[in-house]
């Protein structure tokens, strides 16, 4: 049995993940996932994680929520995606109910 869901992958630079987890937290989100030491290639160059202070690396933070909880943690962290130069994704999911 499967119920459907929106899954939020957001990528952003690593100075911003405490400032993310604590909107995230003080609205009463749970359930998100991090993965620290993301590396890729944007518009803003390489994010290869080298440098003394953390500036060159993201983070990954997936969630996944009802459709209208999405749509409100999509509006609440827009205004941080747009500061970061982060990106957020919003998909389909099934939730597989165990």
């Known amino acids: 049995m499967e119920n459907n869901i929106k899954k ?4 952003t630079d690593f100075s911003y993940l405490k400032i993310l987890t604590r909107l995230l ?5 749970s359930g998100y996932t991090i993965l620290k030491d993301v590396m890729g290639k944007g518009k803003r160059g390489n994010k290869d994680g080298h440098g003394i202070s953390g500036g060159f690396k993201n983070c990954y933070v997936m969630l996944c929520l009802e459709e209208e909880e999405a ?5 609440l962290i ?3 995606i747009v500061r970061s130069g982060g990106v957020a994704i919003v998909s389909d999911a099934h939730w597989v109910i165990h």
Do not use: A, C, G, Q
């Open 8 to 11: 939020i992958e957001i990528i």
């Open 25 to 29: 937290d003080d609205h009463n989100v």
């Open 78 to 80: 827009r205004p941080l």
């Open 71 to 75: 749509r409100k943690v999509t509006e």
